[in-house]
């Protein structure tokens, strides 16, 4: 009979941990599903030189970061730093895409700011970051070496990231 | 002072004038139509409250172009659906389709209402069963008549 008193309680409770958990949840980090799919080809030039280049089936073999930026993005500045700290680490190559970019703001961002990428290949149109379901740069793939995709980071990278999830998942991957 | 304001005025609706273009829309109204009826039934994932058809941003205008192409070239709604879900996921449509992972989606409510319905009742039925069932005697009877009789009076 008691028990019968305690349902709005429990009802309430209930409601208090959905809300807990639904709003502490970011909206804008939607699961991508390109997660365990072959990452998509293209070849587009490379922002350094316009003659050049760059394929991710040239990366066959190999463990390897795309990192999507752009000069016109906030976040991807604040980011930078832990780029080039993931890039010192030297645990895989860190490629760009410069996603709808001008090549010499694109340039003058990587002047001031330090290059972390082996290279940058350079998506003028947006066209490669449709491929791959971009919608809010910066972005950051993990690709194996079979050329799938292992891992998709939505929004700035941080030093815990970094830590808790890159590295670890790096080293697996070079294992096998 | 009067007249630079009205210089001013002048300038500004100037301004006003030459800065809004309307943006071309592809040159054959088919192709928009569809383009329209396509991108209302999908969501713009920068500002996830607008649809793709409705949104401003770079993305969305990106977006349409390349379902404007796909639809130049010959493709199928159902086809330009799944090349949005396989790069977005089925977060862009605005009716996911059913499946295991969005049951409780499209159930779920339907359960609740199940839960509601069946709790609703049981009370009521347990309610009816609380009231206990009393045959009235002759001795009640008088004393309601009684009862009633004395109102009515006053009343009257």
Redesign the interface.
């Known amino acids: 009979m008691k028990a019968k008193f305690l349902i709005p309680l429990a009802l309430f409770i209930g409601l208090v941990v959905f809300l807990a958990i639904g709003l502490n949840r970011d909206p804008h980090e939607v699961p991508s599903p390109l997660i365990n799919k072959a990452a998509p080809a293209f070849e587009v030039s490379q922002l350094t030189d316009a003659n050049k280049t760059f394929s991710p089936a040239s990366m066959k073999g190999q463990v390897w970061i795309l990192n999507v930026w752009a000069s016109w993005c906030v976040a991807c500045r604040e980011e930078h730093p832990v780029l080039v700290e993931l890039a010192k680490s030297q645990m895989a190559p860190v490629i760009g895409l410069d996603y709808k970019d001008k090549r010499e703001d694109a340039l003058a961002m990587l002047a001031k700011q330090g290059n972390p990428y082996a290279l940058s290949a350079f998506d003028g149109n947006g066209r490669v970051g449709i491929d791959y379901g971009d919608y809010g740069v910066p972005e950051t793939y993990i690709i194996d070496k079979a050329g799938v995709i292992r891992f998709k980071h939505i929004g700035p990278l941080t030093m815990d990231i970094l830590n808790q999830k890159i590295y670890p998942m790096l080293s697996e991957l070079k294992k096998s | 002072m009067k007249k630079t304001l009205f210089i001013a005025i002048c300038l500004f609706s100037l301004g006003c004038a030459v800065a809004n273009e309307a943006a071309p829309l592809a040159d054959d109204p088919v192709t928009e139509q569809r383009l329209i009826s396509i991108s209302e039934e999908m969501r713009c ?2 500002c ?1 409250n607008e649809s793709l058809a409705g949104s401003r941003s ?2 969305a205008n ?2 349409r172009r ?1 379902i404007r192409i796909l639809i130049k070239e010959g493709k199928s709604d159902d086809q330009i659906r799944t090349f949005m ?7 862009v449509l605005y009716r996911p389709p059913v499946k295991p992972v969005t049951w409780l989606l499209w159930i779920g409510p339907f359960v609740i209402l199940i839960i509601g319905i069946a709790g609703l009742l049981t009370y009521l039925r347990r309610r009816n069963n609380s009231v206990p069932n009393v045959t009235l005697t002759d001795a009640d009877n008088q004393k309601i008549d009684a009862m009633l009789n004395a109102t009515n009076k006053k009343e009257g």
């Open positions: 994932l920068v996830q770079d993305l990106d977006l390349e879900v396989e790069r977005y996921g089925d977060f």
